[in-house]
């Protein structure tokens, strides 16, 4: 079965898209990590083979597993001239200084002529000691003081570390997309990759998109949650803006056709780091359970929307209870049991959700993906029955995103 099919956080996974660390974790210079949205560096042959393990994990679970950089490359090779136009795209979001300095990058990057190899290129960044600079007598002023700024790395394109945390790009919704528009100019041109797979590649092309990469706010793809078939969660964060939502709801409920959304509750969380996402607070392992930060625990504030009796309206009911009860409801479920990080140990939950110990990705009901360094969390799981798939993390984790973040289901089955 080709295109896009997910009704839900928990149904059986059948495909799924993955992004392998590569050389884009050896741009980061130790004093741009913040910028760069790294709070350190990874290890990049011991994250690759974490991560091959996690995608092996998934292949015996009968997944099949896509990457992402792989997806692109054969969009390019079935549309001529979807390269060159990708390359455009790129080359003018890339952030480049100087006026000649583009044209130099663009020949560049053409002498990678395997479509694959040119893709993991653009993802990795370019260094000024990989490109020929051009002789004063044919550069321009902009150039040569380009080329001796107080600039603190060697880029003139900056890498994208953060890609292998395939969740927040896009969202897969139903049989369609939210094409994000990003939180940072930094991650923003992840977006393009999907651009180009919905758009021309041969099982996705056509894909409906509910939110575009060029909407006036940002949004990823880890505040979006299936709750059920015709009922969605998305988190008001740091990273979403509560008018990227009402924008969503507009083209879920009047602009596009086939969409089978029908509510759609913004969970207002707090705008910080430690909840980053709304699959950074919880996550759904289970027909009636989740994981959950315990900070998250208490009274919240949750809005549903749902499409209004005039064309273009979107009414808005506010909810102000207990997790919960507003999961319970949303769901259609009784009995919703939270499963806190680290157990209600305050110590173990603050250093496990700090790795990301409330953020994994169920296979199926039951069957979930979590990092190894969480055991405390683990043995909770393990004592609800849960059956857990063991991702090695020392080094995956150092992004600052868990199994969940990691990976961007294509299809799954209905429940």
């Given at each position: 079965m080709n295109g896009i099919h997910v009704t839900s956080e928990i149904g059986k996974l059948k495909k799924v898209c993955l992004h392998r660390p590569g050389d884009e974790l050896l741009n980061l210079p130790p004093d741009e990590l913040e910028r760069l949205l790294f709070d350190d560096v990874p290890y990049l042959e011991v994250a690759q083979q974490e991560h091959d393990r996690f995608a092996e994990i998934l292949r015996e679970q009968g997944v099949e597993v896509l990457y992402l950089e792989k997806l692109v490359a054969e969009a390019f090779a079935a549309n001529p001239g979807a390269r060159d136009e990708f390359l455009d795209q790129y080359l003018a979001e890339a952030g480049i200084h100087g006026q000649k300095m583009p044209a130099i990058v663009r020949e560049y990057l053409n002498t990678f002529t395997d479509d694959l190899e040119f893709v993991k290129k653009t993802m990795a960044g370019v260094a000024k000691s990989e490109i020929d600079m051009p002789l004063a007598s044919s550069a321009t002023l902009?150039?040569?003081?380009?080329?001796?700024?107080?600039?603190q790395s060697d880029l003139i394109i900056d890498p994208m570390p953060n890609l292998y945390f395939t969740r927040d790009p896009f969202a897969c919704v139903g049989n369609g997309v939210n094409l994000n528009r990003m939180y940072s100019v930094t991650r923003n041109r992840e977006?393009?990759?999907?651009?180009?797979?919905?758009?021309?590649?041969?099982?996705?092309?056509?894909t409906p998109l509910w939110f575009r990469r060029d909407a006036p706010f940002h949004t990823e793809g880890g505040d979006v949650l299936n709750l059920t078939r015709t009922d969605l969660a998305v988190g008001i964060s740091q990273r979403t803006q509560a008018a990227a939502i009402d924008l969503m709801a507009q083209n879920i409920f009047w602009k596009t056709e086939g969409c089978e959304i029908e509510k759609i509750f913004a969970f207002d969380i707090p705008a910080s780091?430690?909840?980053?996402?709304?699959?950074?607070?919880?996550?759904?392992?289970?027909?009636?359970?989740?994981t959950i930060h315990p900070a998250i625990m208490g009274t919240l504030r949750v809005y549903e929307m749902t499409k209004g009796a005039v064309e273009?309206?979107?009414d808005i009911k506010e909810h102000t209870d207990s997790l919960e009860k507003i999961l319970e409801?949303?769901?259609?479920v009784d009995g919703i049991k939270l499963i806190p990080c680290g157990g209600g140990d305050p110590i173990a939950a603050a250093r496990e959700q700090w790795n990301d110990g409330s953020n994994t990705l169920c296979v199926e009901p039951g069957t979930i993906c979590v990092y190894q360094r969480n055991n405390v969390t683990n043995e909770v799981l393990y004592k609800e029955g849960l059956n857990l798939l063991v991702v090695p993390s020392a080094e995956l984790s150092r992004g600052r995103g868990g199994p969940r973040c990691m990976s961007m289901p294509f299809q799954r089955e209905d429940l």
């Open positions: 902009d150039d040569l003081v380009s080329d001796h700024s107080d600039k977006t393009l990759y999907g651009k180009y797979i919905f758009k021309y590649h041969p099982d996705y092309k056509g780091r430690a909840f980053m996402h709304l699959d950074t607070v919880f996550t759904q392992i289970d027909v009636d359970k989740f273009g309206e979107v409801y949303a769901t259609g």
